[in-house]
């Protein structure tokens, strides 16, 4: 190769990282989030709030200490592989709202793995937190299935599985798999399922799987972008006609983006046991599925977007309580900010629709 080949090539590597294109779904997310805060603090001023007291709060309660920094962490963990299971799909013109089902499905694979096994921590962590994936891959998988071969809608699927899902691992947790005689959840899983522990701030301890959660975020950007089966699920939103016209598989496609929504959402709750829990109890998740689906809009669907948003929820879990004790504003103010953050990111979408319309010639 000339030293002219290998310019060219570090070239065009340099401007697929920094292309402005890629990256500005991200401005737009920061855009929204402004506007969101700004209306929350109009409205905690309408009724009588400090703007200043709330700011202060939020900021104490989801980065004041060692502890919330902590929790805000471990709370955006989830928040990032569901937002991950919503983004991807739709990204092959499919909605996603399974990510809850998904997530019980692979945390109660990942307990039952955890807890069945008997084997050295080097090969028992992997195994749990696959088990995670290829089941909640399997459960998304079917949505998929049905979207491409019987054309049911998926999110009619994907709302129907996840009741079976929730309904099923609660029935597992009070009967076969109930760990004692007072509590509704399963056995605490071996310690050499449990994932190491990076920074321990009691109550809470952010464990490996913070790293995990990013490193999926990267490893689902440089998918869609750069590789095949990427770039053909993107093109399938885009144009299932056209991409099928081009000798683009839309069936194939289709299954495959819901089965690795599946397994992201899977691995969130595999996550969730062996670097958390390290047990399975009914209601097991306090709604990161669904959460998901608002992190990965406010994130326009991009894959390293999804970072700050679920940052951004992950501290606005941490912190709503200190709304009322340190504001003296109610903590409905978080679901406020969140809903306007993500009416915001749709208004920027129809904004940009209008603009691009073509005007219509006699």
Same mark, same amino acid.
């Given at each position: 190769?000339?030293?002219?080949?290998?310019?060219?090539?570090?070239?065009?590597?340099?401007?697929?990282?920094?292309?402005?294109?890629?990256?500005?779904?991200?401005? +737009?997310?920061?855009?929204?989030?402004?506007?969101?805060?700004?209306?929350?603090?109009?409205?905690?001023?309408?009724?009588?709030?400090?703007? @200043?007291?709330?700011?202060?709060? @939020?900021?104490?309660?989801?980065?004041?200490?060692?502890?919330?920094?902590?929790?805000?962490?471990v709370k955006s963990t989830p928040l990032m592989l569901t937002g991950l299971a919503?983004?991807?799909?739709?990204?092959?013109?499919?909605?996603?709202?399974?990510?809850?089902?998904?997530?019980?499905?692979?945390?109660?694979?990942?307990?039952?793995?955890?807890?069945?096994?008997?084997?050295?921590?080097?090969?028992h962590i992997p195994a749990t937190l696959v088990s995670g994936v290829a089941a909640?891959?399997?459960?998304?998988?079917?949505?998929?299935?049905?979207?491409?071969?019987?054309?049911? +809608?998926?999110?009619?699927?994907?709302?129907?599985?996840?009741?079976?899902?929730?309904?099923?691992?609660?029935? /597992?947790?009070?009967?076969? @798999?109930?760990?004692?005689?007072?509590?509704?959840?399963?056995?605490?899983?071996?310690?050499?399922?449990?994932?190491?522990?990076?920074?321990?701030?009691?109550?809470?301890?952010?464990?490996?799987? /913070?790293?995990?959660? @990013?490193?999926?975020?990267?490893?689902? =950007?440089?998918?869609?972008?750069?590789?095949?089966?990427?770039?053909?699920?993107?093109?399938?939103?885009?144009?299932?006609?056209?991409?099928?016209?081009?000798?683009?598989?839309?069936?194939?496609?289709?299954?495959?983006?819901?089965? /690795?929504?599946?397994? /992201?959402?899977?691995?969130?709750?595999?996550?969730?046991?062996?670097?958390?829990?390290?047990?399975?109890?009914?209601?097991?998740?306090?709604?990161?599925?669904?959460?998901?689906?608002?992190?990965?809009?406010?994130?326009?669907?991009?894959?390293?977007?999804?970072?700050?948003?679920?940052?951004?929820?992950?501290?606005?879990?941490?912190?709503?309580?200190?709304?009322?004790l340190g504001a003296g504003v109610p903590k409905d103010l978080i679901v406020i900010?969140?809903?306007?953050?993500?009416?915001?990111?749709?208004?920027?979408?129809? =904004?940009?629709?209008?603009?691009?319309?073509?005007?219509?010639?006699?």
């Open positions: 190769m000339t030293q002219s080949q290998i310019s060219n090539r570090r070239s065009s590597i340099f401007n697929r990282l920094f292309d402005l294109s890629t990256f500005l779904p991200l401005l +737009h997310s920061i855009a929204a989030l402004g506007i969101a805060l700004v209306v929350g603090l109009l409205i905690a001023a309408a009724s009588g709030g400090n703007p @200043l007291s709330v700011l202060l709060a @939020l900021a104490k309660g989801a980065f004041g200490s060692p502890g919330a920094i902590a929790s805000t962490l919503v983004a991807i799909p739709f990204r092959a013109g499919l909605f996603n709202i399974g990510g809850e089902g998904q997530l019980y499905i692979g945390a109660m694979a990942a307990v039952w793995v955890g807890t069945a096994s008997s084997l050295p921590w080097l090969l909640g891959a399997a459960w998304g998988a079917v949505p998929g299935w049905l979207k491409a071969r019987r054309s049911v +809608h998926e999110v009619i699927n994907t709302i129907m599985l996840n009741y079976v899902a929730i309904q099923v691992t609660d029935y /597992l947790v009070t009967g076969p @798999l109930r760990g004692g005689d007072y509590a509704a959840r399963t056995d605490y899983i071996a310690a050499t399922a449990h994932l190491p522990v990076l920074w321990d701030v009691p109550p809470t301890s952010v464990s490996l799987g /913070l790293p995990l959660a @990013l490193l999926a975020c990267a490893v689902c =950007f440089g998918f869609l972008y750069w590789t095949v089966p990427g770039v053909e699920i993107r093109a399938v939103g885009e144009g299932p006609r056209a991409s099928e016209l081009a000798g683009i598989s839309v069936s194939r496609s289709l299954v495959l983006s819901m089965a /690795l929504s599946g397994g /992201l959402a899977g691995l969130a709750g595999a996550i969730e046991v062996t670097g958390l829990h390290h047990t399975f109890y009914a209601q097991f998740s306090p709604g990161y599925g669904f959460d998901g689906i608002a992190v990965a809009l406010l994130a326009r669907n991009h894959p390293l977007g999804v970072i700050p948003t679920a940052l951004l929820f992950g501290a606005l879990r941490t912190a709503d309580r200190w709304l009322q900010i969140q809903a306007v953050a993500v009416i915001a990111v749709g208004a920027q979408g129809a =904004f940009a629709r209008l603009t691009t319309r073509r005007p219509q010639t006699g």
